[in-house]
């Protein structure tokens, strides 16, 4: 079975302040990983996501991620921010062998502030 | 954007009432989900469908059915709605069951009072 712990439920940050959502997860299998994004009143959309090889992922919007195996991490980072960043981010977490078991995080709301 | 379309998109019902949500896709993804977003609690699947006629219970699966007559069509059903199933529903789609994202739609909004 797998869980995912967004550390944060809310991250205020000033526009153009670098800021970091952290993900950590547990699993007994492998693991893809992925960062979605959620705007107000909208469905999700997919940030970047982790298969395999190197283990900094760029998506878009200036958004990166860094699998970390060994503490099982996946923390999101973006170098300076924009308004229009505000949004709600999820990390989820999905086993290398198949089956529908992504499991999603909670959520971090993304305020950023003028 | 990938191409599903939810409906409706938001709603109000009573208590007891039966209530269908309706997901469409254009991309002729096998795979549809149904799943649930609630404030603390992130996304939780209710049901799953691989296939015409093929689907699976998610997590939180009691109190709803799911059916799935086409490939472009994934009906979810409250049978009798109550409170807790006051929700945002959301219709996702993949091409396979793994190493791969899902493509959301926008949502439904459901209210039961």
């Known amino acids: 079975a797998q869980s995912v712990t967004q550390l944060d439920s809310q991250v205020p940050v000033f526009e153009e302040a670098p800021v970091e959502l952290r993900c950590n997860y547990s699993?007994?299998?492998?693991?893809?990983l992925f960062w979605y994004v959620q705007y107000p009143n909208q469905g999700l959309q997919l940030l970047l996501k982790?298969?395999?090889?190197?283990?900094l992922v760029k998506g878009i919007n200036g958004f990166e991620a860094e699998f970390n195996k060994s503490q099982t991490s996946f923390h999101l980072r973006k170098p300076s921010v924009h308004i229009s960043d505000t949004a709600e981010y999820f990390c989820?977490?999905?086993?290398?062998?198949?089956?529908?078991?992504?499991?999603f995080g909670a959520g971090t709301r993304l305020f950023v502030k003028a | 954007d990938a191409g599903i379309t939810q409906s409706p998109r938001h709603k109000v019902t009573e208590t007891g009432t039966p209530v269908t949500l309706r997901c469409h896709q254009t991309?002729?993804?096998?795979?549809m989900y149904w799943y649930r977003q609630d404030p603390g609690h992130g996304l939780r699947l209710i049901h799953y469908?691989?296939?015409?006629?093929?689907?699976d219970k998610g997590e939180v699966s009691d109190g709803y059915s799911v059916s799935r007559s086409k490939t472009e069509d994934f009906l979810l059903t409250l049978e009798s709605a109550t409170s807790s199933q006051t929700s945002v529903y959301f219709c996702?789609?993949?091409?396979?069951?793994?190493?791969?994202?899902?493509?959301f739609g926008q949502g439904t909004r459901l209210t039961v009072v």
């Open positions: 989820a977490v999905s086993p290398n062998t198949g089956g529908f078991k992504t499991i």
């Open positions: 982790y298969l395999s090889g190197s283990t």
């Open positions: 996702a789609i993949s091409e396979r069951d793994r190493n791969t994202e899902a493509f």
């Open positions: 699993s007994s299998v492998s693991v893809y």
């Open positions: 991309e002729n993804h096998r795979y």
């Open positions: 469908s691989y296939g015409v006629k093929d689907t």
